[in-house]
């Protein structure tokens, strides 16, 4: 939908993703609290009150805090603090539900199925997502599996199979080396291996770790609990520098969560993403005006841009 001045209109109010709505009243006591929850109806499908979107529906109030970035204020969570009653906080900042479930998928897709597709980006089995259409064609001369697409013959293999340990036990002990925070440089040393293999150690550990969560939380949903209680903490980790233009710390901000009975970590997630190209997303973020587009509206919500960070462009560097 296209303005007088050519920008696009936004709802004043971010509406659901994939039913998730994050913003609105923080109080649950609040008769407004669910309002711009999206609900389902008797067929299933997910509906949203769109009057409590609207500027005169009487139920909130938006007012911009900054550049770029807006509150959301419970109409009537003010009135009550204005009788002198308890009601916390009554406003909070518009956050992209877009943002929220693309960090959400990120951080959970450890948990989906690594199914095989066809190659092939034209092959009707991907357009059309036709089900089983991906066949096991024996393994190649590395042990690797082959594969075959059912609808347009195009042969492919797997991922290459993970190269056999021959020292197990040197994992372990990497491994305990570094929850017990050893430097890198020291576990190479104790191991009698090279940095290199330390990483590569590493990397095999993290795919290992994954597997091993995944192959357990995938049933939580099919399992039925009493009643279980979860502690969440949250951790900073200060790394160093990266760039001599920019000699500043970065603060890496974990949050995880532990069953209170079990101790087991059900999330330890940290808000860095080493997939995303952070000079693509700056060239795209520039042609689409993302500075001109509220922080909840902006398709590159969930990262930070470069004027946000106060970064200079590679053309403004000085050595």
């Known amino acids: 939908m296209g303005s007088i001045s050519g920008q696009q209109q936004h709802p004043r109010i971010p509406l659901p993703v994939a039913g998730i709505q994050v913003n609105g ?4 006591t609040c008769e407004s609290f669910l309002a711009l929850t999206p609900v389902k109806n008797s067929d299933g499908a997910v509906e949203v009150s769109l009057g409590a979107y609207e500027k005169g529906s009487g139920l909130f109030q938006v007012s911009g805090t900054g550049k770029g970035t807006s509150s959301i204020f419970c109409l009537k969570c003010r009135e009550k603090k204005r ?13 992209s ?46 042990g690797n599996q082959r594969l075959k697409c059912g609808v347009c013959g195009k042969g492919f293999t797997s991922r290459p199979k993970t190269r056999k340990h021959s020292k197990p036990h040197i994992d372990i002990q990497i491994l305990k080396l570094l929850v017990s925070k050893v430097p890198i440089r020291r576990i190479a040393f104790l191991c009698d291996i090279s940095t290199k293999t330390v990483y ?18 995938r049933d939580l949903e099919n399992r039925a609990f009493r009643r ?18 920019d000699k500043r710390n970065c ?21 860095f993403d080493g997939s995303v190209d952070a000079e693509e997303i700056e060239k795209d973020a520039e042609a689409i005006g993302e500075y001109e ?10 990262v930070w841009l470069r004027q946000e960070l106060h970064i200079p462009a590679q053309s403004e560097h000085r050595f």
């Open 25 to 28: 009243c923080r109080n649950p």
């Open 83 to 95: 009788d002198g009653l308890e009601v916390g906080a009554i406003s909070t900042s518009l956050k």
């Open 97 to 142: 539900n877009q943002a929220v479930v693309e960090e959400l998928n990120r951080i959970s897709r450890h948990l989906d199925p690594k199914m095989p597709s066809c190659p092939n980006a034209d092959c009707d089995s991907n357009i059309g997502n036709v089900a089983g259409s991906v066949k096991r064609n024996g393994r190649t001369a590395s």
């Open 200 to 217: 590569d150690k590493i990397r095999f550990l993290y795919r290992q770790c994954q597997e091993f969560s995944a192959g357990r939380e």
């Open 228 to 245: 279980m209680y979860f502690c969440t903490d949250r951790q900073v980790v200060v790394s160093n520098w990266t760039k001599r233009e």
């Open 251 to 271: 603060d890496i901000y974990g949050i995880a969560t532990a069953c209170k009975d079990t101790g087991y970590v059900f999330a330890f997630n940290f808000n």
């Open 293 to 302: 587009t509220p922080r909840h509206h902006r398709k590159y919500a969930r």
